[in-house]
């Protein structure tokens, strides 16, 4: 079955650094679009970033942008995000999760991660 | 930006009776070329992440169960729960996938009378 797994959240200062992974199985990684969706504590859903199958294209919020870089590693099905410039409100759970249609950005998430806890704080 | 508005924010139903949500896109999800609105539904569960209940406005995701329902086109969309279960107490969000940025809606907490 298909399964995402984070993890490398943690506590880190502002203007830190932090490298979040996605480990997938269950499914044929490298034809997918990936994507990060984050959730402030007690807040809603926040897209943050995607990237194409082979890493092609890859597009990012607003509110990321030129902090964060999204990466794939299909020879060991996993997705990262490399967070840096890290501000008090990146604090939040991220998610990663799968595109549902081949091929395509415009298309709902079927499959998400547990999630991973990222808290900026001094 | 495509803002996502959902009504009400939150809702009490009792049990067995029917529960809507409301979502209002600023401007239309309705891809002309081939005639699907890119609209989804997802329901959160405290403690877990969000699952997909509706794609395409209207299309069940497999395995969610027939209760659930999902209507509309354009920029006006519905989410029906026709006989509310203990199990559906949950945040439910619409999302627009029309377009980047991907928007969500704020969200609706629905709970039992």
């Known amino acids: 079955q298909v399964q995402l797994v984070e993890s490398g959240g943690g506590l880190v200062k502002p203007g830190g650094s932090l490298r979040l992974s996605c480990a997938a199985s269950?499914?044929?990684?490298?034809?997918?679009?990936m994507t990060w969706i984050r959730q402030a504590p007690g807040k809603g859903l926040e897209w943050v970033s995607y990237i194409s199958s082979r890493s092609s294209y890859t597009n990012y919020a607003a509110s990321v942008r030129g902090r964060f870089t999204i990466s794939r590693d299909d020879a060991k099905n996993s997705l990262y995000l490399q967070m840096n410039s890290l501000r008090v409100d990146d604090t939040a759970v991220y998610y990663c999760?799968?595109?549902?249609?081949?091929?395509?950005?415009?298309?709902?998430?079927?499959?998400w991660g547990q999630g991973a806890l990222v808290t900026v704080s001094s | 930006d495509i803002v996502m508005t959902q009504s009400p924010d939150s809702l009490a139903v009792s049990l067995g009776e029917r529960a809507t949500i409301n979502c209002k896109s600023s401007?239309?999800?309705?891809?002309?070329?081939?005639?699907?609105?890119?609209l989804g539904w997802y329901q959160q569960k405290p403690g877990q992440p969000p699952k997909l209940l509706i794609y395409?406005?209207?299309t069940r995701e497999s395995g969610v169960p027939d209760r659930f329902s999902g209507s509309g086109s354009g920029t006006d969309f519905t989410l029906t729960i026709s006989s509310l279960q203990a199990e559906d107490v949950a945040v439910y969000y619409c999302?627009?996938?029309?377009?980047?940025?991907?928007?969500f809606g704020q969200g609706t907490r629905l709970e039992i009378k």
């Open positions: 401007q239309t999800v309705l891809y002309n070329s081939n005639n699907k609105n890119y």
């Open positions: 999760a799968r595109e549902r249609e081949l091929d395509t950005a415009m298309a709902p998430f079927d499959y």
């Open positions: 395409w406005a209207s």
């Open positions: 269950g499914f044929t990684f490298s034809d997918s679009y």
């Open positions: 999302q627009q996938y029309y377009s980047t940025p991907i928007t």
